[in-house]
């Protein structure tokens, strides 16, 4: 083991807990008595009808081989794939996230270099900043009147000012010998901004958006579960009012995939605009 690097002996370690956690969690689920077993009267009395219990891991891996064998079929509104499901999440995620980052680094980059305009806008954020996200939801319907928007909306205004506030900072922080060097070579106030700001506050603005994507994520769940029809939200939703926790906790897992496959790819985004002084 000694061998071993940081690195491999995290990934053994991991493998070990989940294989060890997994273990405990299919020994503590009781098994269910079987129909055959019960009684006559027991059998009248409703005994046999199937129950809703926590699933073990088992029961779990083979829903799963079920649902990612054919993740993309449609047999009508309330059946759809889990590929379909978490694509139109994906889908209002990104539109809603995009158009967030459209008016957040623009309004972030004038923010960071004015300090009139930050002083003047500051309250404003301040006061919009903390509310949550869902409750822009009700509003949102009443105005928007179409639930595909008022979710793509609660996207937007959830992912804006992680951006924000990331990508003001970000600027401010910039070092003033490095922008007092594009003056002395006469660079205009644009490619001073695309030249020097932008590259030297790029991993603060990273951040930013990567804690956007996390948060639009968590959000788009509880969103669907809302305003129904689709996505992994509704489908959550969905298998809970049919009592089908194994479903549901598949779905839960499918859900923290796709979290972290787009920190993941935030993550990589951010090494890669990374520098070194």
Partial sequence: ???????????????????????????AIPQQQLATELTEYELLAGG????????PPSDILVRAWEELSDPFYDAGPNDKGIGIQIGYSIYRVLTGYLLAALIAIPLGFLI????????AL???????????????MPLALFIIQ???ASAIFVIFI????????????????????????????ELGALRTAFQVILPAAAPTIVTGMRISI??????????????????????????????DLTSVIFSILMIGVVGMLLDAAFGALQRFVAYAE
């Fill in 158 to 185: 959830c992912s804006i000012w992680p951006m924000l506030i990331n990508t003001a900072f970000g600027v401010a922080g910039v070092r003033r010998d490095w922008v007092n060097v594009a003056r002395t070579h």
């Fill in 1 to 27: 083991m000694q061998s071993l690097s940081i690195n491999q002996r995290a990934a053994v370690l991991s493998v070990v807990m989940l294989v060890v956690g997994l273990l405990l969690w299919e020994v």
């Fill in 214 to 243: 996390g948060i639009a994520w968590l959000v788009i769940v509880a969103a669907e579960m809302l305003v129904g029809g689709t996505g992994i939200g509704y489908f959550v939703w969905n298998e809970w009012n049919n009592l």
């Fill in 122 to 136: 500051n309250p404003f954020i301040q006061v919009l900043r903390p509310i949550s996200p869902l409750a822009w």
């Fill in 112 to 119: 960071g270099m004015s300090p009139v305009a930050y002083k």
């Fill in 146 to 148: 179409d639930s595909e």
């Fill in 48 to 55: 046999g009808a199937p129950r809703a219990a926590v699933p």
